[in-house]
């Protein structure tokens, strides 16, 4: 990771590149449309990874009310630079943010990357229970 150069600049992002990702590979958005990512990171507070020559290698962002509550989702790791930590350093991110606001309850959804995860302190949703959703998404496919 040590290589990698993190950014909270929202400018600096390379829409073309994350558009592609989310709509393309992104298990729980193939199909989301540029204008429908690109408000979704507007409204967000977003990051990105980039390599020493400036080329965005990962992308994440957080939506939160900057209180009580922050979601880290469509994290994002380029194929050509999975396998080097940069999720875990997306998902560390998204517990510093969280703390730097004094906000005690960050969550995610993930199909498959439990361990990058819980490397930063993620564990299994307590009292599944009290939590309900409406998600009128298709089936992921």
Request: hydrophobic fraction near 40%; proline fraction near 5%; charge should be neutral.
């Given at each position: 990771?040590?290589?990698?150069?993190?950014?909270?600049?929202?400018?600096?992002?390379?829409?073309?590149?994350?558009?592609?990702?989310?709509?393309?590979?992104?298990?729980?958005a193939?199909?989301?449309?540029?204008?429908?990512?690109?408000r979704?990171?507007?409204?967000?507070?977003?990051?990105?990874?980039?390599?020493?020559?400036?080329t965005?290698?990962?992308?994440a962002?957080?939506?939160?009310d900057?209180?009580?509550?922050?979601?880290?989702?469509?994290?994002?790791?380029?194929?050509?630079h999975?396998?080097?930590?940069?999720?875990?350093?997306?998902?560390?991110?998204s517990?510093?943010w969280?703390?730097?606001?004094?906000?005690?309850?960050?969550?995610?959804?993930?199909?498959?990357?439990?361990?990058?995860?819980?490397?930063?302190?993620?564990?299994?949703?307590?009292?599944?229970?009290?939590?309900?959703?409406?998600?009128?998404?298709?089936?992921?496919?």
């Open positions: 990771m040590s290589d990698y150069r993190l950014s909270e600049n929202p400018t600096e992002l390379d829409m073309d590149r994350v558009v592609r990702w989310i709509s393309t590979d992104a298990y729980w193939k199909g989301r449309t540029r204008e429908l990512i690109e979704a990171f507007a409204n967000s507070f977003p990051v990105g990874l980039y390599t020493p020559s400036g965005q290698a990962a992308v962002r957080i939506v939160s900057r209180a009580t509550f922050t979601w880290l989702c469509d994290v994002y790791v380029d194929r050509d999975r396998g080097r930590g940069l999720g875990t350093t997306l998902a560390d991110w517990v510093a969280a703390e730097r606001h004094d906000i005690k309850r960050v969550i995610l959804a993930t199909l498959d990357a439990h361990g990058v995860y819980a490397k930063a302190g993620f564990t299994p949703i307590g009292h599944p229970e009290r939590w309900m959703e409406i998600d009128r998404r298709p089936p992921f496919g």
